[in-house]
């Protein structure tokens, strides 16, 4: 029996995990998905300071408060940099983190900083047009569910700072999503799996799109369980 916590992706919350975490419960794990500060039932709570730092504060909070050890951490997509984050804060708290399609940050470095700049232009022209100046809205092609929210734009431009540089005791792998679109907006998960194989994290291939609790949710539970 394992202890899960899971960091959700952009625009989304703990809501998109809920059928993934009955199915880990099944097999008798322990399972959170906490909705960060912005997105989900906490959309109303969403403004133009929320960032990076309070992401991972939701989730170290969840930890704490929750008085959870021995965590199997799992980071998608944008949760991959949160993840990052809560590691370095309570490393004593996590054994494993696995990285789902998600984004890998270098010590100092913004989720912003994965993207070529014409994406950013791109994005930060929807910000202007249709996110009120701060938020990077869902757009409307890419919307998979009614329940995603526009998300607020200071968590992307939020540089990861990380204190613990040597975290020897914490197994860490990278699940990659091997038939997620070309799509640019994927750019910086193509370049977070060659981070990955760089800093010889163990990858798993999954075939699988970029939103498998979604769009399969039985096929990542299950892959999951194999691995933990």
């Not at 952009?10 to 993934?20: D, F, K, L, P, R």
């Not at 993840?83 to 983190?97: K, W, Y």
């Not at 900083?113 to 202007?128: G, K, S, T, V």
Request: aromatic residues 8%; proline residues 4%.
């Amino acid at each position: 029996m394992k202890t899960i916590v899971i960091c959700h992706g952009m625009s989304s919350g703990g809501w998109a995990w809920q059928e993934v975490k009955s199915l880990l419960e099944k097999e008798g794990h322990i399972v959170y998905a906490p909705t960060m500060t912005g997105c989900g039932e906490r959309a109303h709570l969403a403004n133009k300071d929320v960032d990076l730092n309070l992401a991972i504060e939701d989730i170290v909070n969840v930890i704490k408060y929750e008085n959870l050890q021995h965590v199997v951490l799992i980071g998608h997509s944008f949760g991959g940099a949160v993840a990052s984050g809560v590691v370095d804060q309570i490393p004593n708290l996590i054994d494993e983190v696995i990285y789902l399609d998600a984004m890998l940050l270098n010590d100092g470095e913004a989720v912003v900083d994965l993207f070529p700049e014409e994406i950013l232009n791109f994005l930060q022209r929807l910000i202007d047009t249709k996110g009120d100046g701060w938020k990077l809205p869902v757009v409307q092609e890419d919307r998979y569910d009614s329940r995603q929210t526009d998300h607020p734009y200071k968590c992307f431009i939020t540089p990861l700072y990380l204190k613990n540089k040597e975290l020897h005791n914490i197994k860490t792998s990278y699940i990659n999503c091997t038939e997620k679109d070309r799509n640019p907006f994927y750019y910086g998960i193509f370049q977070s799996v060659e981070r990955a194989k760089e800093r010889g994290m163990t990858i798993h291939n999954l075939k699988a799109g970029h939103i498998p609790n979604i769009e399969n949710p039985s096929l990542i539970a299950q892959f999951l369980i194999g691995l933990i």
